[in-house]
């Protein structure tokens, strides 16, 4: 239940100023999906390399694009 309302509140959330990826989406880095989702940073990093959040690696810093943050929030409900 807990999981749900933190999941709904993620998704009314403004975006952060954030890059851009080749197409134009925003790309997220991991302290702003941990703001989102409002966990710590180590479990957005566990996410992703559990490989159930896809990130890109931009030199020593994972992003996120937001297309695939709303994938992973929407097939976690």
């Known amino acids: 239940m807990y999981a749900n309302l ?10 952060p100023s954030a890059k ?3 197409s134009g989406a ?3 880095d ?5 703001r989102r989702l409002d ?5 957005v990093r566990r996410f992703i390399a559990r490989g159930d959040l896809h990130a890109y690696r931009i030199g020593r810093q994972l992003r996120v694009s937001e297309e695939e943050y ?5 097939t976690k409900i």
């Not at 966990?39 to 479990?43: A, D, L, R, S």
């Open 70 to 74: 709303l994938r992973f929030i929407n």
């Open 20 to 22: 851009l990826n080749a």
């Open 30 to 34: 991991v302290p702003a999906i941990a």
């Open 6 to 15: 933190v999941l709904n509140q993620a998704r009314s959330m403004p975006l």
């Open 39 to 43: 966990v710590c940073e180590k479990t």
């Open 26 to 28: 925003p790309l997220l």
